[in-house]
T-cell receptor
Framework: NAGVMQNPRHLVRRRGQEARLRCSPM?????VYWYRQLPEEGLKFMVY????????ESGMPKERFSAEFPKEGPSILRIQQVVRGDSAAYFC????????????FGPGTRLTVL | GQQVMQIPQYQHVQEGEDFTTYCNSS?????IQWYKQRPGGHPVFLIQ?????EVKKQKRLTFQFGEAKKNSSLHITATQTTDVGTYFC?????????FGAGTRLTVKP
């Protein structure tokens, strides 16, 4: 039973480019969460999605960031016109039901903006 | 909104010493979860506490949930080098979940 999968594991972008991070939740999980972690810091909640719906995006920056979880395929976190401050580890987690349940984390995508 | 504070931010211990991290919420929680993240790794679920005053043990780890359901602690007895990592609490309140900043534990052999 495969766990949460994220790709790419490492992503390098130049300032102004776009970054697309993908997350495939565990089989049977319909709830996906995205977190950002700066070096030596904690997990910052970004967005919570169910299939085709954004439930809570209170942690998402207002500009350049967007997320989706389509009916088919992985969840995508998209960062447009990346800046150096976007460099971080981005973790995806999934759960079978509501947010109060155990979350299973993927290995993360380490984004470096040059 | 809900805020979850975790202390200390860092803790360095000698192998064999005990370690405790504390988690405090600004609101009453329905439940609390604890996660461990090894250096370079991803967070892994350890346990969930639901009941007021609940105490759970996992080998050398003891988890407590306060009577008022606003605070929690994780205590490790006789630390080992394998305990190294960052320990996060996550408070759940009305389907809103917030992580603490974590306590980073280092263990000197």
């Amino acid at each position: 039973n495969a766990g949460v999968m994220q790709n790419p594991r490492h992503l390098v972008r130049r300032r102004g480019q776009e970054a697309r991070l993908r997350c495939s939740p565990m089989k049977g999980h319909s709830h996906v969460y995205w977190y950002r972690q700066l070096p030596e810091e904690g997990l910052k909640f970004m967005v919570y999605l169910q299939k085709e719906n954004i439930i809570d995006e209170s942690g998402m920056p207002k500009e350049r960031f967007s997320a989706e979880f389509p009916k088919e395929g992985p969840s995508i976190l998209r960062i447009q016109q990346v800046v150096r401050g976007d460099s971080a580890a981005y973790f995806c987690a999934s759960s079978p039901s509501t947010r109060g349940n155990e979350q299973f984390f993927g290995p993360g995508t380490r984004l470096t903006v040059l | 909104g809900q805020q979850v504070m975790q202390i200390p931010q860092y803790q360095h211990v000698q192998e064999g010493e005990d370690f405790t991290t504390y988690c405090n919420s600004s609101t009453t929680l329905s439940n609390i979860q604890w996660y461990k993240q090894r250096p370079g790794g991803h967070p892994v679920f350890l346990i969930q506490l639901v009941k007021s005053g609940e105490v759970k043990k996992q080998k050398r780890l003891t988890f407590q949930f306060g009577e008022a359901k606003k605070n929690s602690s994780l205590h490790i007895t006789a630390t080992q080098t394998t305990d190294v990592g960052t320990y996060f609490c996550a408070g759940i309140d009305n389907n809103d979940m917030r992580f603490g900043a974590g306590t980073r534990l280092t263990v000197k052999p």
